[in-house]
């Protein structure tokens, strides 16, 4: 139990993808047919909207003051209603209501950064209340009526075999974590991310412009959690209205369990990968077993809480 302590504390994303690959070969124990190439391109190709879903969930959590991001599910729901809306079903359209949907979804999010950074709304209160915009906006703009059609392209594009039998998302998966590495990793931005992450007075002191780096977060944590939702579009080729609500607390949940602190000022997206990874296959494997719905959420809350006790933290939420 140390050892994994120690490994959990040291590199908790190696130990998030080692954890999918126990859990993927004990799905044999439960399941013969589990383990099977199909199965793990299946389960990749789960664990991508989840991952693609949390990627702005990510960028907020690592931003510090207690950061998480409760419009997400709502931003999802609406970009995919947008898209679904918009296009029409009308391949020439689908640019442009992707343009649309993902402006929304960047608008809602600086909205978020602005409340928390200039009037001082704790980021749980404000993302919450905007949720709840989101949601009213939705009923009242739709009556409840969904018209619209899924673009035939998208279904090709994100659902279906694109190269050497690999599905769509997981290889615009791959992509947004290529760009994600890259924003982190070799950017002032995301110098500055961490830089807030762990203390916004001495960020500020070094000359970092927090409160913009902050609305951008929020930003792009909007945006991402949009395309997410044009992209979940095109696997369930339909809407309703909480298309994106089952992905909320996943989506912090894979962030979580992938090493990024809730503090903020460490973490990674590849860390958050690996954790989309475990709840996939932790979900799956719950229903293999054929468990009631009620016996699964039982279940993967113990599970959760076991992983976050092993990961040790080194900080606590509030300091």
Do not use: C, H
């Not at 040291?10 to 859990?23: E, R, S, T």
């Not at 906006?137 to 059609?149: D, F």
């Not at 932790?282 to 006790?309: D, K, N, P, R, W």
């Amino acid at each position: 139990m140390n050892a994994i302590k120690r490994l959990a504390q040291v590199n908790p994303p190696l130990l998030a993808l080692l954890l999918a690959i126990i859990l993927f070969f004990a799905g044999g124990l439960i399941n013969p047919n589990f383990v099977n190439t199909n199965q793990a391109v299946n389960i990749v190709r789960l664990a991508a909207f989840l991952g693609i879903i949390a990627a702005g969930q990510t960028l907020v959590i690592i931003s510090g003051n207690e950061g998480i991001d409760l419009s997400v599910g709502g931003v999802v729901t609406l970009a995919a209603i947008l898209v679904y809306r918009i296009s029409g079903g009308d391949n020439a359209l689908l640019l442009p209501a992707l343009a649309i949907a993902l402006g929304a979804g960047a608008l809602i999010g600086a909205i978020n950064g602005l409340g928390v950074i200039a009037i001082g709304i704790p980021p749980l209160v404000m993302t919450l209340g905007m949720a709840g915009v989101i949601q009213g906006t939705i009923l009242v703009v739709t009556q409840g009526q969904l018209i619209g059609a899924t673009p035939p392209i998208m279904a090709s594009a994100i659902s279906e075999p694109l190269l050497l039998g690999i599905p769509g998302v997981i290889i615009i998966w791959i992509l947004l974590s290529l760009i994600m590495w890259l924003v982190l990793e070799r950017t002032t931005y995301g110098k500055n991310l961490f830089a807030i992450g762990v203390n916004r007075t001495t960020a500020r002191l070094s000359g970092v412009r927090v409160p913009l780096v902050v609305v951008a977060t929020y930003a792009l944590s909007g945006m991402l959690s949009a395309f997410g939702g044009f992209v979940l579009l095109g696997f369930t080729r339909t809407v309703f209205l909480n298309l994106g609500q089952p992905y909320l607390f996943p989506s912090i949940a894979a962030v979580v369990v992938g090493g990024t602190v809730l503090a903020g000022g460490k973490g990674s997206y590849f860390g958050t990968m690996s954790g989309a990874l475990v709840l996939t296959l932790i979900q799956s494997l719950l229903t293999a077993a054929q468990l009631q719905e009620a016996f699964q959420l039982m279940v993967l809350g113990v599970i959760l809480l076991a992983l976050l006790s092993i990961y040790g933290r080194q900080r606590k939420l509030r300091q």
